[in-house]
């Protein structure tokens, strides 16, 4: 199933600590925005990546987008305070696709076949959402104490891609735009339409470079990979 992909890149990093935009930080010597970029650049079925950006780093990314060979950038958007206003700004573009994938830059990880099933479910149902089930013991808690243990079969986790029917997509934002409503994720605003939002299991190691512990396990995660090929 085609699609396009809109890469929110206007963080600032602050978890990370890095004084910088974690996005150029370097993986095994290339910016983690570089990794991400190269999935959807590499995937037949990726038409076309819309990215948001701070103003004063656009210069910088589109000197990375030549020197790595990344042709299928359309647009690079003005990113907003929030990460929703950085998609929302892309959402408001991006056209000639029935499919639109979010996915955050910062998750370099994502496996090819995962975004494959997230673009068949959004054209089949309408919203699709990559997420793992949870591995630990589940607690409810207030003020540090256990209000009550949360049965684990119904819990996921919940990553990015989110994809999206372009029309859902625009409706859900355009609605949360209208009623000051900010969402977590692209999912919660599809929710609040009353429209379902399915589940597409993903892997564990579609994981979202946050903190300094996160480069340890990107490491890890090239190095294992390398290993398999
Ligand atoms: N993002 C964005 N615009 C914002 C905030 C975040 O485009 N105003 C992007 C980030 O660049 C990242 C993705 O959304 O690719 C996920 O956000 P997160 O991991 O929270 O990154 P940061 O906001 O940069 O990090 P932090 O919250 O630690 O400052
Ligand atoms: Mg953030």
Redesign the pocket.
Same mark, same amino acid.
């Given at each position: 199933m085609k699609y396009e992909v809109i890469l929110?890149?206007?963080?600032?990093? %602050?978890?990370?600590g890095a004084g910088e935009? %974690?996005?150029f930080l370097k993986l095994n010597g290339i910016p983690i925005l570089i990794h991400t970029l190269n999935v959807f650049q590499e995937d037949q079925d990726c038409s076309g990546i819309w990215l948001?950006a701070k103003p004063e780093e656009q210069d910088d990314i589109r000197s990375l987008l030549d020197e790595y060979g990344i042709t299928k950038v359309k647009s690079i958007e003005t990113?907003? =305070?929030?990460?929703q206003?950085?998609v929302q700004a892309c959402v408001k573009v991006v056209e000639g696709t029935d499919i639109v994938l979010v996915h =955050?830059?910062?998750r370099p990880f994502i496996h090819k076949e995962v975004i494959s099933r997230l673009a068949d479910e959004a054209d089949r149902s309408g919203a699709a959402v990559a997420g793992v089930r949870a591995k630990d013991t589940m607690k409810l808690v207030e003020d540090g104490v256990i209000q009550e243990t949360v049965n684990r079969e119904n819990l996921w986790i919940i990553q990015t891609p989110q994809a999206f029917k372009s029309s859902v997509l625009k409706e859900a934002e355009e609605r949360a735009e209208a009623d000051g409503f900010l969402g977590t994720d692209e999912a919660m605003l599809v929710e609040r339409l009353g429209h379902p939002v399915t589940i597409v299991e993903s892997t564990y190691d579609n994981i %979202?470079m946050?903190t300094v512990d996160d480069l340890i396990f990107g490491e890890a995660i090239i190095k294992s990979r390398q290993e398999e090929n």
């Open positions: 929110p890149a206007a963080g600032s990093g %602050k978890r990370m935009n %974690k996005l948001a990113g907003g =305070d929030e990460r206003h950085s =955050d830059a910062a %979202k946050t």
